[in-house]
């Protein structure tokens, strides 16, 4: 193993640390190294047992694990960014996640300067321990349909808190099963009969000493997932719970206890705000997400050597299994898609800041990956920042899928040995996989986009749109409609992105036609949709990657030799994402027959070929640590066989039972020596 | 949920019953409810913390388990079918699993009489307990590149096995870990420094009394997976470990002890036959693989409702989701593809059996999911049963590759809640998942298809081809190659079927072009392969399926209106299908670009739409009984949202520990009350 990855490393000039540079800055390296140093020297971080342990033995380690790290905050007096470096280094959801995410934001947003008193400074102390408690038995999706109650009581000037029926319990809430003493409950305010629409209240749920359930409140963890075991995912039942009025967060809305009034909210942007960040983050992690499946399936590739080649003359041999092109064609269009998604990633996050100066307010600075409220469904009506905000959905949706099922491909594209544990790829991929799901279900997110795109086109037509890109490339489309185009995709790159900015504009303008003229129901076109969403999210991440590849500061920082890969990086995620997508490009007219077949046959095939010596430097320079991979196959050395052999033989505690085998014994175990066994760890 | 499903049931008329008896017959029916009453009233089986037990506690169960079915089916006197059934009813994979199927197999299909004696009936006693060992920690696929060595020595007539490195170490081995107490072992056969490739030893690894390893023989659990965790997938090293003459498998070759020669295989067809069996019950098992996931989710979505329909003018309460379009397009074809996998099953069992009856053996007929031996490795110039061994590498891919990803299809349509374990669905996709993986690679197979389809071509060239449908497609091809086609693939059945063949034929032409005009390398073309392979066992199935509903046996058994919605799921799989790789089908002109849009935008809608009201009762024609799928979303009553509360808030142990949640704190457990939890149960 060594040697091959070696040779790899040495068949590329790829500067890796330059590279890597470049995509992270130097100070983020830095960081990584500091925290990686700090967490490698505590007990407590120590994976070896990770991939062994159940459930009630990974959800205690986690919880010791997000102690100490907390302690180490306080000590190291660790930034935002330390922390979130810390966690990611870790790579296990851990039972503070939704106190220090969704919990300490929805306090500090919503909240008024008496409450972030009352409950902020204490939540920030860890004084009181938080959840997010939205999503119910019932609904998730749809907040608007949330069962739970706050009642108005003008007697008392308090909240009665209420779930009316089974499926109005609180479900699949992080750090509520085992964790949390308080949570922001999202309920239905009900003042004099009238329903107001979900807000949110915080509710305490167990005692602060005893840490047992307060009277009235049915609360637990939900059980085992696919996934995030390490997390206590909660429910929670309110048995006409009272609170006082104070624990409405009242920053946007609230009731005056003297009139016993609703006060309606403000402006919603901020909160808008919010959510547009949540998902350019879950856009921003996806390249990297992606990255470690790529790193340890191509680093794999590159050490596995199984068959001679077909081909070959003579005893050459075994192949590196990276050499078939069957596997190069799985593995280096996600190659090309970690970059892709990264640059994209940062281009949302420059365009949000931006946007941000221009608004009043600073939300949605602290990092978090919660599953958040959706103000879209909660003021349907806002429609500030809308281009950023539909960006930001269609590419949520498509870039969390990108990454959650390229992971599996890269696993399976291990062969035998992906299945591992140790291989390190499942486990990362079943902990990722309801990204797909949470912050907006990636197929309804789609209906989004698509409402914003016809609302676009209309506005087009009309005459009186307002000036961004996507008004631009429609305009374009219009007034080459009845020329056609034709783009050289296979000659010149600002013609691939000129094509998939056509083929948007193209399917807008169907849809907006099936909807306007031929009057079709909504609902017979949410598939139409979903592929109007996707297909524009293509076109923006195909747009990103170019401009990223054009900026000033890549020529700047990186020799020409490595941009021209990065360039055939842009093609190949371009191309393959092209012809795999031709029905679409060729109905539009925006590229002929031939052009795609060319694209298959020819261009993707060669483009392979090219980036294949580069393939180990190119993931090198995602730059993941061993201990963050904590993967057999992914190793930096290569020692794949040792290590698969060591975790098997050395670590494994199953191997301390000695079994009864035979049908007839009723004894299961003849000797267990797993005391001896952990004792030795 | 109950009256949901209730009113589903009542909205259609396929005669459920029927439908079953039709797909399974009257005798497999009767057979499962006798099963299932036996194995129900045993608490052994019963699955209620399935869900919640860590690895150990799962291992130790399904051993327990296995013992239990052995002692069942030595009292009630089980055939293989009715212990099959019991295995498909419990749906874990056992420690015992290949001791019951390749141990077995390969002992009386290689074993000579003698040996059948020695070691058969004592394996069929449960006296011996075995495995089958041939992959390594360096070699899966390449069986020919397997380094363990079985060294003949002719002084004392024994043979030494032998693992001269660590990639030597068997991996992989089901039942090994902890179970078995032999091996059969395959080696490189060595005589007299001359290597004769891979053979199949007989090999005792553990005591028979204390169950300890041998000495010189290294053996133990190779750790978790990402699923498959009930099994002891097992390493196995071997240090010149002697054993006798007679444990060489010897009924096709050996070594002859008087003139310590070798002695050849007569032919291998046999072998062959019994691999192209096991292929065929994957693909037959795969349509009930996938279609436990399409129970489950299409039962959910008709339960779950979510949001209003937006254009409803009036309060209609929400939808179920299963109503949305975008829910109906991800599922109503996974349905088809349940039908349409199972009937090609069918099929090709029919196929082989029939070639069976030209042949003397009868190997394979006792059903096994073992990973077998690769004898076209073993021996590559076979070419008995070509097209049905061709045919089974191609389905087998393409169906195991079609149900699992399917399944997670499923799970993803049913949001938040299909994360859940109780969901049901991912411990059944995380344990079918190493099917794509193992008994061929599902990418590697299709280099086999891709071999054979050309040698037919060239053998239709030739003006020689054997007389079977392959040469016949290909023989339409080239009769009008220069006429075009012209399929009316919207309006007539055999025409979609015709439509496929032509796809096939002319992917051929090309790859055949590449490969012997243009003299691509092997390798080069791969990707050609792989997508020539998908399309020629996609025409397969569609073939299949639509020849199943021309059969006789469907006019008996089943009434017009049925029957209809039967051709309906036809066409929905062949008319998606054919939309999702229409790339293709233009650019082999087999149909028109206009056609493609067609089928997208009409018929595939209109399809979705006459089928959706029989949905639940389509599924409802699988007949699994709720024991089998233990799902909270699947349950034939729909009482989704009690039983998810009853699970998390009743039978899940987290819940018995009190965390001490502040950071400063040591102490992680306050209150330990597992036990008391436990004697609950
Ligand atoms: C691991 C995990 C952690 C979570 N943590 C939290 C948390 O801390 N706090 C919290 O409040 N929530 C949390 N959630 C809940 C999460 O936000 C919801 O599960 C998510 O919003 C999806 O909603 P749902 O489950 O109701 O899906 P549903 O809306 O029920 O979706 C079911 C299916 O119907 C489809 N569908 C629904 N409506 C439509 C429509 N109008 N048109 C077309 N298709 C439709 C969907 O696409 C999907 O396929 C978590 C979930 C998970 C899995
Ligand atoms: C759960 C499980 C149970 C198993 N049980 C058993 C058992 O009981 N007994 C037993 O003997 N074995 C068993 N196996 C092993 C199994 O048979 C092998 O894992 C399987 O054959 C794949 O081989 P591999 O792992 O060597 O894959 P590899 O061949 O190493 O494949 C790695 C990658 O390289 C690609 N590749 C390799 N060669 C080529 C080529 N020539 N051209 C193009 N691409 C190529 C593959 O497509 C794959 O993507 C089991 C495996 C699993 C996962």
């Known amino acids: 193993g060594s040697e091959l990855l070696k040779h790899e490393r040495e068949q590329s000039n790829i500067p890796v640390d330059k590279l890597s540079e470049f995509l992270f800055t130097k100070e983020v390296l830095d960081r990584q190294k500091k925290i990686l140093n700090i967490l490698t020297a505590e007990k407590v971080f120590d994976k070896s047992q990770n991939y062994f342990n159940g459930r009630e033995e990974r959800f205690k380690t986690a919880l010791a694990r997000q102690k100490r790290m907390r302690q180490l905050a306080v000590r190291h007096q660790w930034t935002k960014d330390e922390y979130m470096m810390a966690s990611e280094l870790i790579s296990e959801p851990g039972p503070y996640g939704l106190h220090v995410s969704m919990f300490l934001i929805t306090l500090r947003d919503q909240g008024t300067p008496e409450q972030h008193k009352l409950f902020l400074e204490k939540a920030e102390n860890y004084e009181i321990i938080g959840c997010y408690a939205q999503t119910e038995l019932g609904h998730g999706s749809n907040v608007r349909g949330l069962e739970t109650t706050a009642t108005w009581n003008p007697d008392d000037k308090t909240f009665i808190l209420h779930s009316p029926h089974l499926t109005a319990s609180k479900w699949w809430i992080g750090s509520l099963g085992r964790t949390a003493n308080h949570a922001v409950v999202m309920a239905q305010l009900i003042i004099d009969g009238k329903s107001y629409g979900p807000h949110p209240f915080v509710v305490q749920i167990r005692d602060l000493r005893t840490h047992e359930p307060l009277e009235n409140i049915h609360v637990g963890d939900i ?30 809305s609230g009731v005056d206890p003297k009139t016993n009034k609703y006060v309606k909210p403000a402006s919603a942007s901020l909160v808008y705000g919010t959510l547009t960040w949540v998902r350019s983050t879950i856009v921003l992690q996806s390249g990297g997400v992606l990255a470690r499946g790529v790193t340890i399936a191509t680093r794999y590739a590159a050490v596995r050597r ?4 077909r081909d070959a003359k003579e005893d050459t041999g075994e192949n590196q299994v990276l050499n078939y092109t069957m596997v190069q064609v799985r593995l280096l269009p996600l190659l090309a898609a970690t970059f892709a998604l990264h640059f ?17 307010g600073d939300v949605g600075k602290i990092a978090h990956t919660g599953r958040g409220p959706s103000p879209e469904e909660l003021f349907p009506s806002t429609d500030l920042l809308a281009d950023l905000h539909a960006t930001s959905c269609g590419l949520k949706a498509l870039a969390s899928t990108t990454a959650a099922e390229g992971l599996e491909v890269c696993r399976r594209a291990c062969g035998g040995h992906g299945y591992s544990s140790f291989s390190g790829i499942g486990s990362w991929y079943a902990d990722y996989l309801p990204t797909t799901t949470w912050e907006g279900d990636n197929y309804m997110l789609t209906q989004q986009v698509a409402r914003y795109l016809l609302k676009s086109a209309r506005a087009v037509l009309k005459g009186n749109p307002s000036e961004n890109d996507t008004t631009r490339i429609f305009r374009f489309f219009l007034s080459r409609r009845d020329m056609g185009a034709a783009f050289d995709v296979l000659g010149r790159d600002e013609d691939i992105v000129a094509a998939f900015a056509w083929r948007t504009s193209f399917l807008t303008f169907e849809a907006l036609k099936h909807r306007d003229e031929e009057k079709n129901s909504w609902n017979s076109l949410l598939v139409d949709f979903w592929r109007l969403s996707t297909a524009h999210s293509q076109y923006l991440i195909v747009k990103n990657f170019y401009e990223a590849l054009r900026s000033y500061s890549i020529a700047e920082e990186l020799d020409p030799e490595t941009i021209g890969i990065m360039h055939k990086l842009f093609r190949l995620y371009a191309l393959h994402t092209l012809e795999r997508e031709a029905s679409e490009f060729f109905s539009s007219s925006a590229v002929t027959v031939r052009q795609i077949q060319l694209a298959r046959t020819k261009a993707v095939m060669k483009l392979l070929e090219e980036i294949r010596p580069h393939a180990v430097r190119l993931v090198d320079s995602w730059n993941f640590p061993d201990w963050q991979l904590d993967s057999s196959l992914g190793r930096y050395d290569g020692k794949v066989y040792e290590d698969l052999f060591h975790r098997a033989s050395e670590l494994n505690p199953l191997n301390a039972l000695t079994v009864d085998p035979y049908p007839e014994s009723e004894v299961l175990v003849k000797k267990d020596e797993r005391d001896k066994f952990r004792s030795k760890l």
């Not at 996934?227 to 006082?244: A, E, R, S």
């Not at 199984?306 to 080649?309: G, M, S």
């Open 306 to 309: 199984q068959f001679q080649d």
């Open 344 to 360: 994209t990633g940062r281009g949302m996050m420059d365009l949000y800041q931006e946007n941000q100066k221009k608004m009043a």
């Open 223 to 252: 059980g085992p997932k696919f996934g995030y075991n390490t997390m206590d995912n909660g429910f929670l039942l309110l048995n006409h719970v009272k609170i006082p009025h104070v624990n409405m967060l009242a920053k946007f």
